[in-house]
């Protein structure tokens, strides 16, 4: 069906086809019968890819990457389509509208996106309100960040305020310190402030009386000792983990405006991949690592593993792919390990970094 509807859908601007994909999933949200029928028509969560990370139990390593449901429209339709966990967000304390429209561009010859959305979204109190008519169904995370006018101590602050609002629906936190299109955004990624933004946070959780694993989202686009500090920093400060990556804002020539917007999908793979193995020698005999950038298949999510994730997330293969996308990763994940005679998917993590 996806694959018949595709060549139209293809023809419409991103955000437009998004815009559906979300009305159809947020009807899905709000009725118990949808999420059922199409929950039943997938194969149960097989206990060879179940992992057990920061005290939550992940029925499947494969979540939705942050930015596909900001404002928690469709979290529990995401989660019947077969996703292991789904990443609300980013959300920031004030709504906001993001930048001037067209923001984001499809790159199918590549399967990428250039987006320079620059955080739209409906405010931590419209978020909170839809968390409470539809509480999780599973895992949801929450991914937060600064309004855009926040600068200095004003982002921290709105980090803090996000976090302490939204924690009491949210399995974890994730601080993003790491998208391209928040002016000012990336400089938070560097340790001092690092420390600072992630020591803070926790402790609003505690003062909220909500205390969750707080995950930290890096860039790819920092050097490695630069990735590594962030990583170490991050965790003595308490960090329960690390998400690696978001989109990068170095561009190959021909996809996208060399100056504005952030790449995603099959060009950001192998960068991503190298992060992850960065922030595994770091800090991997700590923390779990979720994996990020150009998952699009079973393969692709073996490697992330096998180069240190714990976990992995994906939201530009699901463009591409379309709704069978979670469960076509894990069936696929499935066979490759039978092929290579592993029993469960944690045996490969860190696996080629650990063996070199
Ligand atoms: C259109 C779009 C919007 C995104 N919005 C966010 C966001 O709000 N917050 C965030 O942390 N990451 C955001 N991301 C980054 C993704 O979560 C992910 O880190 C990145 O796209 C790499 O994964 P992928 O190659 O599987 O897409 C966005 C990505 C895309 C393509």
Redesign the pocket.
Known sequence: MYGALKPLLFRVDPERTHGWALSYLSMVQRSGWLRGSIARRRPDPNPRLSVSAMGIQFPAPLGL???FD?DAEAHNALLAHGFGHVEV??VTPEPQDGNPRPR?QRFPDHRA?V?W?G?PNDGQQTVADRLEEHPPEGVVGV?VGPNKDSTGEAALADYEDAAARLARYAAYLTV?V??PNTPGLRSLQEPEQVAELVARVLDALDEAGHPRPVLL?IHPDAGGAETRQAAEVAVDAGASGIVA???TSEKPEGLGDPDQGGL??SP?SGRATQVVEQVYEAVGEEVPIVG????ETGEDALDKIRHGATLV?????FVFRGPRFPGLVHEEMLATMDDLGVDHVTDLVGEAVDGD
Do not use: P
């Open positions: 990457a942050a930015g900001k967000g980013t984001v996106l987006n959305l955080f991914n993003n790491s998208s989202k990556v978001n989109t995603s999908g950001l990020v950038g150009g998952v997330q994906a939201y530009t293969g």
